[in-house]
């Protein structure tokens, strides 16, 4: 029964170490379980040898080719149409396996007869005609289209032709020969970057790009890293100064810290998803307690944008016989909004409000803590247990009066002793030279926002 393999084209598969063989069985030993293959192919490389021979321990699987062969013809005298089966070898495998495979072959002998012949000689005949249009007709229509229409293609054995390993091998050296620019291909793959990063080559950051000359130790940090350090209120105030002499006036001033200070609490409050149109019968309530001085006409300039922004606004402002310039102004704009003024706290809401901002203290004035209506407001600003905006605050080695959850400062940050409040930093418009006048080297911190958190180092 072995000499029935002999003159088969066959593939057989060795695994990843010893590849892919084809070739022509020469000789089948049924005792030794081995297999002899004449005329070899290696990963469709022609051997050196002229026959090779396999041990059924290393063979993984073994394909019959559909490859016509001589040697090989039935009983009948015609060719034997093999179609391209599977035969599983190991250690294990016994006489009887390899005896049946034939057999099923010859029994499935024209499995490809499932093709219909495309061209019978009666119907050949009809089509060519007779005389001059049957030598027209077979010239264009007689190649014989339909002769190899029965027998299926191997791809699996086409495909066992194909060296991929060399052909890859090949490309990569060859890429590997050319200059490379930007690093190695290994390390452009295992790179990745951010959506907000660039691919090209930057200069490193330089993340301490302000410096003063007094510096007080109290540091911050934006989001981005950039390092902001802390001014003492002598130089903060020389830097306002000097600001004003540029053109900065105190009234541009307050008007940049009003828009600022007003944004800051417009998205402290919901901003787009508080303020819609839909919502105007749930509009916030904010409450401003604002002192006789500059820092009450930051608040009273806040006030006014917020109510120009249709939010509920109460301005808190004690009577005093003398108010400054600034005070009187911004309290005659404020009036022409439809905002609230109280003199007195008992007309305080009595239930909580949704924001408390607080503008009592003062720079010039630390002393006006003492006064009655100052702890007054300051306790109804502890007891409504609002959140307390603080814009501006003093400086001071007590403790603030008015608890405040966020604090906003004004150009560089104070040295505020309180840590439980969280900064925030707004730009109001002083320039770059000014800053260098009085000895301070600046490059803005802001970025594309007026107003933007800092962190403590």
């Given amino acids: 029964m072995d000499a029935d393999w002999v003159g088969s084209a066959v593939s057989i598969d060795c695994g990843p170490t010893l590849g892919v063989y084809q070739g022509e069985i020469s000789s089948v030993d049924h005792t030794s379980q081995t297999v002899s293959l004449k005329n070899p192919f290696h990963n469709g490389v022609k051997c050196t040898v002229p026959e090779v021979t396999f041990s059924a321990i290393d063979i993984k699987k073994l394909k019959f080719l559909d490859i ?21 070898t190991g250690r294990h495998r016994t006489g009887s396996q390899s005896s049946t495979t034939p057999n099923a072959n010859q029994r499935r002998g024209s499995s490809n007869s ?30 014989g289209m339909g002769q190899n229409l029965d027998t299926d293609f ?33 390390e452009q793959r295992t790179q990745s970057y951010r959506h907000n990063e ?10 301490r790009q302000i410096t003063v000359p007094q510096h007080e130790g109290r540091e911050y940090c934006t989001d981005t890293g950039l390092v902001v350090p802390s001014i003492p209120y002598e130089l903060h105030k020389r830097l306002l100064a000097a600001a004003e002499r540029w053109g900065l006036s105190l009234e541009r001033r307050l008007e940049a810290i009003g828009v600022c200070a ?63 310039e600034p005070v009187t102004s911004e309290v005659s704009l404020y009036s022409k909004t439809s905002g609230k003024q109280v003199v007195n706290v008992k007309d305080l809401p009595t239930t909580p409000v949704d924001l408390v901002i607080n503008c009592l203290g003062s720079h010039e004035n630390p002393m006006l803590r003492e006064h009655p209506w100052y702890q007054s407001a300051a306790d109804w600003a502890n007891q409504n247990r609002a959140p ?24 560089l940050p104070l040295p505020l002793a309180d840590k439980d409040s969280r900064v925030y ?23 594309c926002k007026f107003v933007i958190p800092l962190h403590s180092v």
Wanted: charged letters at 20%.
């Fill in 68 to 88: 016509q062969s001589p040697t090989r013809k039935s009983s009948s005298g015609h060719e034997a149409a093999a179609e391209p089966s599977t035969v599983l």
């Fill in 114 to 143: 499932r093709w219909p012949k495309r061209d019978s000689p009666r119907r050949n005949s009809l089509r060519m005609g007779s005389g001059p249009m049957r030598a027209k007709n077979a010239e264009c229509f007689g190649d």
């Fill in 154 to 186: 191997d791809f699996e054995g086409n495909l066992a032709l194909f060296d991929k390993v060399a052909v890859f091998s090949q490309i990569n050296e060859s890429n590997s020969s050319k200059p490379q620019h930007h690093g190695s291909q290994a």
């Fill in 198 to 207: 660039n691919i090209l080559e930057v200069k490193p950051v330089a993340y």
């Fill in 262 to 324: 007003s944004q800051m609490a417009l998205s402290l409050l919901g901003g787009p998803n508080r303020l819609t149109p839909k919502n105007v019968h749930q509009r916030p309530t904010v409450v401003l307690l604002c002192g006789p001085h500059i820092q009450g006409a930051q608040g009273i300039s806040c006030a006014r944008h917020l109510a120009n922004h249709e939010v509920e606004v109460i301005l808190f402002l004690p009577n005093f016989v003398k108010i400054q």
């Fill in 388 to 411: 307390v905006l603080s814009i501006d605050p003093p400086v001071s080695e007590q403790p603030q009066a008015v608890e405040g959850k966020w604090t906003l400062s004004l150009g």
């Fill in 425 to 447: 930093l707004c730009d109001i418009g002083i320039p770059k030279m000014v800053y260098q006048e009085v000895g301070i080297s600046y490059h803005s911190p802001f970025g």
